[in-house]
């Protein structure tokens, strides 16, 4: 499946199987500019799925990301095909270095001292008592001779993102067309994130959210105690808490049922340990959504904050730049409803020769600012190192 992508498809690969969507059937219409516009998408991507069934496509999925902001419009489409398969199977693989081909400029966006002030910003808007949680994002932008190679760029990330959702979606302005579109370029958002949103099939709905983090090391007896650190820290497990208390809230209007652990466990990647939540439940209602489910949830606490709205504005207070799709949503959505949503982390998008990368850490009360400025660090390692950078 990896070879049968080309730039400009979608692609997704979870643990549970392989989606390429390729050509474009049509576009789900833009959200008209009122008060609720991101709760109408739904609706907008059920109707595109119902005139797709009723003009021939046998099988019409939508695919696509959903922003961080509510007002930028979402990235979605209905394919002309879809070809679904097993999970990826690539352990035959090599990787191939992109990056130490050819020089690169790279710039921090904020520098360093500056992220760190935003994160003091945020402990200060904390200690008022209106924020329980802010989660405070930098970016590296990356300039290089060559253009970028998105193929290569998003095998190497499969290859070592096995266990989480390897993703890329095309962000070309469909609006254009011959040399305008030639001038301005594909642009890609491409990641591997460790975290699914939720997941609808059938009745059973199924989230996980992560949030508690620590860096891997590659000394085992290191890692060990950094993972035990993790699961016994109270910040952590506090902020972990607010996010599994929001997604049990989010959802139990939808659901008959629900089974949530007491108390989370650990998953890794790479890069990173996470404090994680298996969250599972049956909806009331055959006919809810996958996507109507992920937008009750989005923006979650760990990409966002808590209380949502507070912390929203915050950020807007305190990032010096537009997120964009970082910390929006990647997935897609069926006729029957049944898919899909990843939380859009672990992530860049790709220009020519360019390429932005994105990274955050959450702040609660007792949060260092050098100690989130390392956790950023350590999840650029996902994108750095598929990008054939080590230091």
Not at 37 to 48: C, D, G, I, K, T
Request: glycine residues 6%; aromatic residues 6%; proline residues 5%.
């Amino acid at each position: 499946m990896l070879d049968e992508y080309a730039a400009g498809d979608f692609f997704l690969a979870s643990p549970n199987q392989t989606m390429v969507g390729k050509g474009i059937f049509s576009v789900i219409e833009k959200a008209m500019e009122t008060e609720n516009q991101l709760f109408s998408l739904p609706s907008r991507v059920e109707a595109a799925l119902n005139q797709a069934k009723q003009a021939g496509h046998p099988y019409p999925v939508a695919v696509g990301a959903v922003p961080f902001d509510y007002s930028e419009d979402s990235e979605i489409i209905i394919p002309e095909k879809v070809d679904v398969s097993e999970p990826l199977d690539i352990d035959e693989e090599q990787q191939e270095s992109l990056f130490d081909m050819y020089p690169y400029e790279m710039q921090p966006i904020p520098e360093p001292e500056e992220y760190m002030n935003g994160v003091n910003q945020g402990l200060k808007k904390i200690a008022t008592g209106h924020i329980d949680k802010i989660v405070v994002s930098r970016a590296l932008h990356f300039s290089t001779v060559e253009q970028v190679d998105v193929n290569q760029l998003l095998r190497n990330l499969a290859l070592h993102n096995k266990q989480g959702y390897t993703f890329a979606v095309d962000l070309t302005d469909e609006k254009l067309t011959g040399k305008q579109k030639e001038s301005k370029g594909k642009r890609t958002l491409v990641g591997a994130s460790p975290e699914l949103l939720v997941s609808k099939c059938g009745h059973t709905v199924f989230a996980n959210p992560l949030a508690g983090s620590r860096p891997r090391s590659d000394d085992s007896v290191e890692d060990q105690r950094r993972a035990k650190e993790l699961l016994d820290s109270e910040k952590d497990l506090y902020e972990h808490a607010v996010v599994v208390d929001m997604v049990k809230e989010a959802l139990a209007p939808f659901c008959e049922t629900m089974e949530v652990p007491e108390s989370p466990s650990l998953v890794k990647t790479e890069a990173m340990w996470h404090l994680s939540t298996e969250i599972r439940g049956t909806l009331k209602q055959l006919e809810t959504s996958s996507l109507e489910l992920a937008i009750a949830l989005h923006p979650t606490p760990a990409v966002c904050g808590y209380p949502t709205a507070l912390a929203r504005e915050a950020i807007y207070e305190i990032e010096p730049f537009d997120r964009g799709l970082f910390t929006g949503m990647v997935g897609w959505c069926d006729e029957n409803g049944d898919g899909e949503w990843i939380v859009t982390i672990r992530c860049a998008e790709v220009k020519e020769r360019s390429i932005r990368l994105f990274a955050g850490a959450g702040v609660v009360a007792g949060s260092k600012a050098e100690e989130e400025l390392n956790e950023t660090s350590a999840k650029f390692r996902t994108m750095l190192q598929a990008m054939g950078i080590k230091d």
